[in-house]
């Protein structure tokens, strides 16, 4: 059976395409003064292109869904909500809290600009695409983001199985509470990283910010450079490699730290490691 087209049209009536099903949309504007909500609410098998949402909650308990060169407003609040199976590319969002409690996301080539973006959400897949939020993907898992920059605070905390390749994070309190992370070759400057966190892997990354990896279990770092750390690795369990030199170290846990040189080795009368941590420095 041919799928449906419907092209050329404006809407701001209160769930316009409410329940569509096997349908293209091409150059839609949900936009008006009846300013109607949940343009597409309750559709399934359905294609957005070409398009502009400006008005809120678009796409809610939307399953196999596809955006292609649309835009969303600022105006176009929460456009993805409890929706399945959703591919993006080459688009751009505005609106606040995108993607809440959805899952099987892909998105390439897109920019976002959303407090809140992906909360709770499910195997997520995000590549080529530029990210600000100011607190995002938490309490997501299977998160797999390669290309991405993204600039924040309160980022990733209390995500499960996450992988970060090839990207740029710009955030304050990433990673804390966040269980099986592994972040390649990236660059992530930030305050307080990876508080509270447990197997958080970094591999080839530049690390830069005050009182990294407290608190942490399970952390490791393979050939990583640290650049204004200082006071970390407190009480944490830490295994890591770091070429050139660290800020300063206090109190750390357990484990072993091989780098050229520590500034400052800090240890006090609340030093909990009972000699199972080990410092290595090697010219």
Request: net charge negative.
């Amino acid at each position: 059976m041919p799928r449906k087209i419907i092209k050329n049209e404006i809407r701001d009536d209160e769930r316009a395409y409410y329940a569509s099903f096997d349908t293209d949309f091409e150059e839609i504007t949900i936009s008006g003064p009846a300013d109607g909500e949940s343009a597409w609410k309750e559709s399934k098998n359905i294609r957005v292109t070409n398009s502009n949402m400006c008005l809120r909650y678009p796409f809610w308990h939307v399953t196999n869904l596809r955006i292609e060169n649309c835009k969303f407003a600022d105006t176009c609040r929460a456009p993805f909500w409890y929706s399945k199976n959703i591919g993006m590319k080459e688009s751009e969002i505005k609106g606040v809290k995108s993607f809440r409690e959805c899952s099987d996301i892909k998105i390439n080539q897109c920019k976002i600009e959303s407090e809140e973006p992906f909360w709770r959400c499910a195997n997520i897949t995000i590549k080529n695409t530029i990210i600000s939020g100011f607190y995002g993907f938490f309490e997501s898992r299977n998160i797999r983001l390669n290309n991405i920059g993204f600039t924040g605070k309160y980022s990733f905390q209390y995500t499960d199985d996450v992988e970060i390749n090839d990207s740029t994070l710009d955030t304050k309190d990433a990673f804390w509470h966040s269980t099986n992370v592994t972040v390649r070759n990236c660059v992530v400057k930030g305050e307080y990283l990876g508080w509270y966190s447990k197997n958080l892997t970094l591999i080839n990354c530049k690390i830069t910010g005050t009182q990294p990896f407290c608190y942490a279990k399970g952390l490791k770092l393979i050939n990583c450079t640290m650049e204004g750390c200082d006071l970390a690795f407190e009480y944490s369990e830490v295994d890591a490699i770091i070429i050139g030199k660290i800020a300063s170290i206090k109190n750390p846990l357990k484990g072993k730290i091989v780098c050229e040189h520590c500034d400052e080795f800090i240890t006090n009368e609340n030093n909990r490691s009972n000699g199972d941590f080990e410092l290595v420095e090697v010219n």
